[in-house]
C-alpha cells in the first residue's frame, strides 16, 4: 500500500538476508494475524513471517519489525471482507466516504456496497483532531500546497471542512503522531479515491484517534 523503491532485487539464486529485527510494539497483532504464537516475542521465523507480509505490501523498510504503518496496514486488510461490521457508518443509497478514527481506517460504501476496500490513514493529533461528523467535498485541488504550513505539499487534495482535506502524503505516513486534521493517505490512495470521488460527495468521521483521547 505504501509507495517507494522497493531497492535492488537480491541475485538469482542468493539467500535473503538473515532477518535481525527486534520485538515491534505491535508484535502480539503482527503474530495473531500471521498465525504465528502469540508470545509477544520476536523469533527468526516470526521476523521472517512479517517481513514477507511487508514485501507482499510494499512497505518500506521490509525488516520484519512490527512497526505503527505494518499494524495499520494489517488492520486495513483484517477489515475489507465486512468494514463496516458494526454499523459505525451510516448506510445510504448515495455514496458516502467512512473514516473510522478507531481503527484509522478509510472506506467508501454505495449502500450495503463496499467500492472502495478499507485502506490506513492517519488522522488529526491530539489538539488538532479530524471534525467528526457528516462533511462533504466541497473543493478539490489535485496538486495543493498548504497556505497555513509553509507550502506543505497535499497532493489529491479534497477538503470537506474548512481547512481539512483528505489527501495523500508524499513522507512517512506515520511520522509525528498525526496529521494537523486533515486525513493522510499514502499517495496511492489519495490518488485512487481522487478518481473516484466529487465534489458534492458525503463524507462520515467518528471515533477517536488513538492517544487524543481526554
Keep these: 500500500m505504501a509507495d517507494g523503491a522497493t531497492g535492488p532485487a ?3 539464486g542468493s539467500a535473503p538476508a538473515p532477518c535481525r529485527a527486534r520485538t ?29 507480509f511487508q514485501q507482499q505490501q510494499r512497505l518500506e523498510p521490509a525488516d520484519g519489525y512490527a512497526d505503527l504503518a ?16 458494526a454499523g459505525r457508518c451510516p448506510v445510504r443509497e448515495h455514496r458516502v466516504t467512512c473514516i473510522d478514527m478507531d481503527r484509522q481506517l478509510l472506506w467508501v460504501q454505495t449502500g450495503k456496497k463496499i467500492v ?4 490506513p490513514i492517519r488522522t488529526g493529533r491530539d489538539t488538532q483532531e479530524t471534525r467528526s461528523g457528516w462533511h462533504e467535498v466541497y473543493w478539490r485541488n489535485i496538486d495543493h500546497k498548504s497556505s497555513l504550513y509553509d507550502n506543505a505539499p497535499m497532493p489529491y487534495a479534497q477538503f470537506f471542512d474548512g481547512g481539512q482535506a483528505l489527501h495523500g502524503r508524499l513522507d512517512d505516513l506515520y511520522d509525528g503522531g498525526g496529521s494537523a486534521g486533515c486525513v493522510n493517505l499514502f499517495l496511492s490512495d489519495a490518488k485512487a479515491l481522487w478518481n473516484l470521488l466529487g465534489v458534492g460527495d458525503r463524507i462520515y468521521v467518528w471515533g477517536t484517534k488513538p492517544g487524543t483521547a481526554d
Excluded: H, W
Design 10 to 12: 537480491p541475485a538469482a
Design 24 to 52: 515491534g510494539p505491535y508484535q502480539r497483532p503482527m503474530e495473531a494475524y500471521l498465525g504465528r504464537t502469540v508470545d509477544g516475542r520476536q523469533s527468526t521465523a516470526d521476523c521472517e513471517a512479517i517481513r514477507g
Design 70 to 85: 505494518t499494524y495499520r496496514t494489517m488492520t486495513a486488510l483484517k477489515a475489507r471482507k465486512d468494514p463496516n461490521a
Design 116 to 119: 472502495f476496500a478499507p485502506v
